[in-house]
């Protein structure tokens, strides 16, 4: 396999928080997408769940980037899922399956970290 992109991003969870608080619902609406939401929501401290979220979808569009359609990629085209094992996974639509494709994607790998303060995720474009 050989890494064709990489892309890495922190977001502070208190930032996250505050946008939550003045925003409400709108954040979860725009930014994620419904399975993301319910997750985050289900949890006693949704801003860390958002924030690294949101980390990782920042970090797969770093990932995808160096086109004019690339720039087009909208937030609830990543999703954070967990792989059957539990490790974090990408599930990428829109014009971010587009971009993967043209750049022969085949596999996302994603690392993702948190403390109450900070959210942080790597991310790892490889083709065969």
Partial sequence: ?????VGIDLVEVSRVAAIIADKGSRVFERLLTPTER???ESRPDPATHVAVRLAAKEAVYKALQGSEAARGIGWREVEVTRAPDGRPDVRLSGFAAARAEQLGVQRVLLSLSHTHQAAVAVVVLERG
């Fill in 1 to 5: 396999m050989t890494a064709i992109g």
């Fill in 38 to 40: 319910a997750y985050c």
